[in-house]
């Protein structure tokens, strides 16, 4: 295979996530600081730019799944009213990555 073949492979990002491996914490490590917030927040950016779907806007309210939150930080910058509290999941637990 040359570059440009390799280049071209295609990832398949659900079968990617299917690989991860969490070790679920009791308590979320997400925090949305006023929820008030959100309903006022146009296009709630949260439900499109994390990877991992965390954020749902369901039955007129954000939900957080945090158990399947990837660490990566995106909240951390991307609401635009800095309206996420954003931790590492306490010690042992969180995400764990498996290479293939
Ligand atoms: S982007 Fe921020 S303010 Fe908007 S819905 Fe998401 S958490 Fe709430
Ligand atoms: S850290 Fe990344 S994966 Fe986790 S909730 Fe935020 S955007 Fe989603």
């Known amino acids: 295979m040359d570059k440009t073949e390799k280049l ?3 990832v398949n990002i659900e079968e990617k996530l ?3 491996r969490y070790a679920t914490d009791t308590v ?3 925090h949305i600081k006023d929820k008030a917030v959100c309903t006022r927040c146009k296009d ?5 730019f994390c990877p991992a779907n965390v954020y749902e806007w369901k039955e007129g ?3 957080v ?3 399947g939150c990837m ?3 995106a909240c951390r910058i991307g ?3 800095n309206n996420i509290e954003w931790r590492f999941p306490r010690g042992g637990t969180g995400i764990q990555f498996r290479l293939a």
């Open 71 to 73: 660490e990566c930080g």
């Open 44 to 48: 709630k950016p949260c439900t499109d």
């Open 65 to 67: 799944g945090f158990e």
């Open 79 to 81: 609401c635009p009213y």
């Open 61 to 63: 309210r954000i939900v």
């Open 28 to 30: 979320s490590h997400l």
């Open 18 to 20: 299917y690989m991860n």
């Open 8 to 10: 071209n492979v295609k």
